[in-house]
């Protein structure tokens, strides 16, 4: 069993930066994908960015240029960068992960809250 925590949301002002971390409680290493959605208030929860093990990344076309994803296996945490952040990136943001590439979301964080206004 893997447990994920995020944290590094807040509060920014629209063309700033956060940085969010997904810390892991046991090795991630084995860890196929793991990845970042996104829910905003009556929306539907997407897929912001994802990091399969091996190298290869993937982002939604709204934040493709904007959002970074890096994994850190000694540290066994996962990071979303976030940059020139926009009001329509406010939304819970969620760690999760899959044991295998394909085979769905095995695990999810609580979410983090991410709030982007002047």
């Known amino acids: 069993q893997v447990q994920l925590v995020e944290s590094g949301g807040g509060l920014v002002q629209p063309g700033g930066s956060l940085r969010l971390s997904c810390a892991a409680s046991?090795?991630?290493?084995?860890?196929?994908?793991m990845g970042w959605y996104r829910q905003a208030p009556g929306k539907e929860r997407e897929l912001v960015a994802s990091d399969t093990r091996g190298g290869s990344t993937n982002y939604a076309d709204s934040v493709k240029g904007r959002f970074t994803i890096s994994r850190d296996n000694v540290k066994n945490t996962v990071y979303l960068q976030m940059n020139s952040l926009m009001p329509e990136d406010a939304a819970v943001y969620y760690c999760?992960?899959?044991?295998?590439?394909?085979?769905?979301?095995?695990?999810w964080g609580q979410g983090t809250q991410v709030t982007v206004s002047s």
């Open positions: 999760c992960a899959a044991v295998l590439v394909g085979t769905g979301v095995n695990y």
């Open positions: 046991g090795s991630i290493f084995r860890l196929a994908v």
